[in-house]
């Protein structure tokens, strides 16, 4: 049976160890399984014969919680967890969160913001000048000066702040092994200078061991929102293994030297992360609190893929993972499905079999691993490149082989699909398996807006691409006489998203006749070109003028123009119609959004034994929902039971 890493000192003399070579700090509780960053990297460690102790959540407010194991022998590795600390914490209202679904009990609060930086501080402040390394997704997406959404302004690289010795970028696992092997053979860390992958403040361009290019330096980008464009653009590009250069940025008289990306893992050594020794659970120490929700999500998940070449500009997944995909091996797939059927909560059914985006098992063409990604190029969007190799054969293989396996009832996928990548699949042949084998009731696909301008800002495939599909999807279920539906994801308040263009999505919306439940504004999160956008309002593929919607009053009428129909949203949608100079839209016709506001003419008065005229079609006033919910409604006799319908 596998066991969990070391947590204590009781920990640590259990297995007889007074000493070990790293502690890994997360801000994330402790999950030991494969989706958890922290927990491949303490794996990956400990399988290369390393001792490795885990500290999760410590009480950032003194440096003693940074020093309950003792002092590693060979360094400190730490990271803010999954997801950035400041997208954990606060909506993009910049409201705090009340919950969190990556500690324990869903409790928020258990780790602070900006936790790269507040925990490598206390690292110093705990151990001195022993061996520093920040990595995650946080760390990764800070490596250079950036806008912060939630201060509204410019910060420098988070490795200035945090005092760290080393940054690793993107996935990390090749740079995190020879960073650990040169600590091990004595190398000072100040002189480990030349690890794909990894960031390190130096004096000199003769630092760095790599082909250079320099963009322009924090003070510029800081005062010159052009340059902050110049400098987003020349990160992107360079972000490429096959042939990106190492990147230079001045801070003032030091300089910050990002080396190339490390190389994506081959199938053989993807396959041996994936199957470590997990325990592919959260520590029992939060049994009593509760538990970790995050791990509900993925426990019976199997990703299979890594990167994305989809490249949308608001998502992190390029800047991070990188855009040319590797994928396990079949065998290593199903070896790991197998496992899961013998787990005691195993009920049949396989949650998701994917990935940042699950229908990629192969580089978008076959040029990429030896020529790199093109620049200033997309794969899909707005239009697919001419040498698109769009083929599920091998996706598809695997999964049909998932689905064969013993005790397995049913094979879902939930991962973000790319339609546009399935309709330029000429078989055809996974799109009707998809809705035939895979589908839980609902399909989630985001075409993100309907506006065709709004989308190139998006780098997402035009509006006509998803209606295609949404016919041959319907299509496909009324031919095995499936009842699924297709849920879009949309978003509000994306850079070039006029108020115009968000009336153009409700009426979109409402010819569909759908509403969403839930609609998602614009996050500035940092790194991405969607986040440059809305700091510089200038996009930086071109250099040419973008509309940002910033307003906070403005960004609350988009969103409410795509859940027209709530009776609390219809002042704020009356009132986007009119700046949208869309009267036309309030009537009576079906394509209307909002009825008009009948109100009696200035002194008129009610005569006395004469009953006043009814006025034409009010809206209807919101009723006071009960809070016990249906179920406290009173059955009739005899009724039948009422189907439940998804959203």
């Known amino acids: 049976m596998n066991k969990f890493l070391p947590v204590s000192k009781a920990d640590l003399a259990e297995r007889g160890w007074d ?52 002092r590693p022998r060979l360094g400190v590795m730490l990271s803010a967890g999954n997801i950035d600390s400041m997208v954990a914490h606060y909506t993009v209202a910049k409201k705090r969160r009340h919950d969190d679904a990556y500690s324990p009990g869903n409790k928020a609060g258990l780790r602070p913001d900006r936790a790269v930086i507040v925990y490598s501080n206390k690292v110093r402040e705990a151990f001195g000048d022993i061996p520093l390394v920040i990595g995650g997704l946080e760390a990764s997406l800070r490596r250079f000066a950036h806008y912060d959404y939630w201060e509204d302004k410019v910060r420098r690289s988070v490795l200035f702040d945090s005092q760290a010795d080393l940054l690793v970028y993107g996935m990390g696992e090749t740079a995190t092994k020879e960073i650990a092997a040169r600590l091990a053979s004595g190398t000072p860390i100040g002189e480990i200078r030349d690890v ?9 361009p003769g630092d760095c061991a790599y082909p250079m290019v320099e963009c322009p330096s924090f003070e510029q980008v800081r005062s010159d929102k052009r340059q902050y464009a110049v400098a987003n653009q020349i990160q992107y590009e360079e972000h490429d293994p096959v042939r990106g250069k190492a990147i230079l940025q001045r801070h003032e008289d030091r300089l910050l030297i990002v080396n190339p990306p490390a190389m994506p893992l081959t199938t053989a050594e993807l396959d041996y992360v994936a199957e470590l020794p997990y325990v592919r659970e959260p520590h029992p120490m939060y049994d009593s609190m509760g538990g970790v929700p995050a791990i509900e999500e993925v426990r019976f998940s199997v990703a299979h893929n890594r990167g994305c070449f989809g490249a949308c500009n608001f998502c992190s997944l390029a800047f991070h993972q990188g855009r040319i995909i590797s994928s396990r091996s079949h065998e290593s797939v199903l070896r790991e499905v197998e496992a899961l059927t013998h787990h005691p909560g195993f009920k049949g ?13 192969r580089p978008a063409c076959r040029k990429q691993l030896k020529a790199g990604m093109c620049r200033n190029r997309a794969c899909l969007a707005p239009e697919p490149c001419p040498n698109l190799d769009a083929d599920h054969t091998d996706y598809l293989m695997l999964l049909r082989k998932i689905r064969a396996i013993p005790g397995v009832k049913k094979v879902f996928i939930r991962s973000g699909i790319r339609f546009d990548y399935m309709m330029k699949d000429k078989s055809g042949e996974f799109f009707a398996e998809l809705v035939k084998y895979h589908v839980s009731g609902q399909l989630k696909v985001a075409p993100e807006h309907c506006v065709d301008s709004v989308l190139d800002y998006m780098g997402k495939p035009h509006i006509a691409v998803y209606e295609k599909f949404r016919r041959k999807y319907e299509s496909l279920n009324q031919k095995y006489g499936k009842e699924q539906y297709l849920v879009p994801y949309l978003m509000s308040s994306h850079p070039g998203c006029t108020m115009e263009d968000a009336v153009r999505l409700a009426e979109w919306l409402n010819k569909s006749g759908r509403q969403p439940e839930q609609v998602q504004d614009f996050y500035p999160t940092p790194g991405t070109l969607s986040t440059c956008m809305y700091y510089t309002g200038i996009d930086p593929r071109t250099m040419q003028p973008v509309y940002v919607p910033k307003n906070p009053h403005e960004k609350a009428m988009q969103r409410a123009l795509m859940q027209w129909k709530r009776p609390e949203k219809r002042a704020l949608v009356r009132e986007a119609l009119h700046v949208a100079h869309r009267e036309d839209l309030i009537g009576y016709g079906k394509e209307c959004l909002l009825r008009p506001v009948s109100r009696k003419p200035e002194g008129e008065t009610r005569r006395k034994g004469k009953e006043p005229e009814r006025p034409s079609r009010p809206e209807k006033k919101a009723r006071p929902v009960k809070k016990a919910g249906w179920a406290a409604a009173k059955p009739k006799k005899n009724a039948r039971p009422r189907k439940k319908r998804p959203h």
């Open 19 to 70: 000493w070990y070579d790293f502690l890994i700090i997360t801000g994330d509780a402790y999950v030991d399984h494969p989706s958890f960053g922290p927990a491949i990297i303490s794996r990956l460690l400990e399988a290369e014969g390393y001792r490795v102790a885990i500290l999760a959540q410590p009480d950032w407010r003194k440096a003693e919680s940074f020093t309950v194991l003792g």
């Open 196 to 204: 794909k992958g990894t960031a390190f403040i130096g004096r000199t």
């Open 349 to 361: 059914y396989i949650h998701d079999v994917g990935g940042p985006t699950a229908n990629f098992r």
